[in-house]
């Protein structure tokens, strides 16, 4: 137990359950015995809830189950009483029409989890993608100490001697595949290659950017998120969870005391710097308003433009993936590489500092975690962007495009629904030109619903016959972390309530200037008014259930797409129940 404790055991949360001498705390303990447990295995010790993100259609937390084990092991040698609870497993792969719909829904299971039980500390599992921000969202609002496991990436991909990267190979080969340039059996072992362990993908995707971003937000042992899920030190790191949050419950050392706007700020850059995924837009001005940090589209961009990209993984770097990473050192050399933009001060969940966690930290591969002065590309990872198109801004991953459509102006070509554009996006007539810029709407927040993946648009297959395998991109959807390209992303406010984007028409010339952040479309004031007027919203897309709830409360993307009654400052806190 640690010395710095602060609480005693009557006043540990759980005490209220079990200690009074009344009818209800006898029927609490009653329920324990017919669980198999005695008094002294639970009574006057931290009860340690571990909210488990497991399912067997979750292929990156197939390890789990055991891992569960590692935390308990850690949790009862600390003197705590570990119970696992189940939370909605948010997969990425199969969860249509997509996982965004449902981070919310993990965020509120976890906050009511937590509040509802008599649980003292929490150790929260998870890492594919919405996983993260879900859990984190919901326990920073639930208030009790908490210490994030991530999953931990896979192990890199092999295919016929080559190494594959999760996402974006798979949509490189498929390209190639629509070029006609490979044979059903190479597109099979790709299949079969690129996802060959437990994990999360293996880019620095949604996933790998997201446990970074908890990892440097203090919220994981110092980095833990770097760890590949099936490697041993994943299961020593999973004890030590255990054991740290037994003694975070002694120290009382809450989130509240750990996400704080220097911490918010050394995540946003460590973000940039890891090359992160556009997705971290949304999830950390999501995480941070939940900790009543008003992160914006604005902080993102200035924070981008000074911030180089040191890590040296794709999609954004080009030859390493995350067990590369891993291997150079992990996050915690990235972090102690710049250590300098940091505020060293933040305390973590381990009751130390930021600086006491990088320490002694080391770069074993300066190609993979690259110095300041040789990086990647010399701002970070992503910019904002705003005009009459974006009025509330818009994303985009200059990192990973080509820098030729840095500043573009071209004729736009608009889609109004996914299945639309897929049924002509293999047109070898479609009139488009490398020129052309694809638009699609409807796929934000509301009109997706759920802001899908959908913003990395297929090349058009006459164009990639030509050779081409770039071109401007805009839409109110998200893209996934692993992927590319000139994609203007997250535009808000968005189509289907009758954003700018709702009123762009095919033809129309839009204008991308990136050193100046704007996104614009080279018509009149007098004529987007006009059509503004004219403009027929669409039907909803819900009439009944969650999608009902979701469209009526979901906010748009530069606010985090949280819900607004679960904002902090939306009414007074729910405070601890009756019991
Ligand atoms: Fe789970 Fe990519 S599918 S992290
Ligand atoms: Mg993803």
């Known amino acids: 137990m640690s010395e710095k404790k602060h609480i005693t055991p009557d006043q540990l949360r759980s005490a209220r359950w079990f200690e009074p001498d009344d009818l209800r705390s006898f029927g609490h303990r009653s329920r324990m015995m017919q669980l198999g447990y005695s008094d002294a295995e639970y009574r006057g010790r931290p009860i340690i809830g571990i909210l488990n993100t497991w399912s067997e259609l979750n292929s990156c937390h197939s390890h789990f189950p055991e891992r569960v084990r590692d935390v308990k092991r850690g949790v009862l040698q600390a003197g705590g009483f570990p119970v696992e609870m189940p939370a909605l497993s948010v997969d990425e792969s199969f969860n249509k029409p997509t996982s965004m719909l449902y981070r919310n829904m993990l965020a509120m299971e976890t906050e009511e989890q937590i509040r509802a039980h008599p649980l003292d500390g929490v150790v929260l599992m998870g890492g594919c993608d919405k996983t993260t921000p879900g859990l984190v969202m919901g326990a920073i609002t639930a208030g009790i100490p908490m210490i994030f496991l991530p999953a ?69 042992l110092p980095g833990a998120s770097s760890i590949p899920a099936s490697d041993s030190g994943h299961q020593r790191m999973g004890a030590d969870c255990g054991r740290r949050i037994v003694d975070m419950v002694w120290e009382d050392l809450k989130p509240s005391d750990i996400v704080t706007p220097a911490s918010v700020t050394n995540a946003a850059k460590v973000a940039m710097a890891t090359g992160c995924s556009t997705n971290a837009v949304v999830h950390l001005i999501a995480m941070a308003r939940r900790a009543g940090v008003d992160l914006t589209l604005d902080d993102l961009d200035a924070l981008g433009r000074t911030t180089p990209l040191i890590a040296n993984v794709r999609p954004s770097g080009k030859d390493y993936l995350m067990e590369d990473f891993y291997y150079a050192g992990g996050l915690r050399a990235l972090m102690k590489q710049m250590e300098a933009m940091l505020d060293t001060s933040c305390i973590t969940v381990t009751g130390q500092t930021l600086g006491d966690g990088i320490k002694d930290a080391q770069v074993y591969n300066d190609d993979v975690i690259r110095p300041l002065d040789n990086p990647v590309y010399a701002e970070g990872s992503l910019a904002l962007l705003r005009g009459n198109l974006c009025p509330d801004g818009a994303v985009i991953k200059p990192a990973a495009c080509d820098p030729k459509y840095y500043e573009h102006e071209g004729p736009a070509l608009v889609f109004d629904s996914y299945p639309e554009m897929k049924a002509a996006i293999d047109d070898e007539n479609l009139d488009v030109t490398p020129d052309t810029v694809l638009v699609l709407r409807n796929a934000g927040p509301q009109g997706g619903p759920g802001m899908p993946e959908w913003g990395m648009l297929p090349i058009p297959k006459a164009l990639i016959k030509q050779g081409h395998r770039d071109m401007l991109r805009i839409s109110d959807a998200r893209m996934s972390g692993t992927s590319y390209g000139a994609c203007v992303l997250h535009v808000a406010p968005e189509s289907f309530i009758g954003g700018p984007l709702a009123l762009l028409k095919t033809g129309d010339i839009v204008k991308l200037d990136l050193p100046n952040r704007s996104l614009n479309i080279l018509v009149s004031d007098d004529e987007i008014a006009a059509r503004k007027a004219a403009w027929v919203a669409p039907e909803p897309r819900y009439e009944r259930g969650y999608g009902y709830m979701f469209s009526r409360h979901v906010t748009q993307a530069d606010k985090g797409c949280d819900f607004d009654y679960l904002e902090r400052d939306f009414g007074a806190p729910a405070g601890e129940p009756d019991i």
Do not use: F
């Open 152 to 220: 931990g990436p896979m192990l890199r991909g092999h295919y016929a001697g080559k190494i594959l990267g999760s996402g974006s190979d798979a949509w490189k080969y498929w390209d190639e595949r629509r070029a006609g340039n490979i044979t059903d059996e190479e597109w099979l072992g790709v299949q079969g290659g690129i996802a060959r362990s437990a994990g999360t993908c293996m880019t620095m995707g949604t996933a790998s950017t997201m446990t970074a971003i908890a990892d440097a937000m203090g919220l994981t």
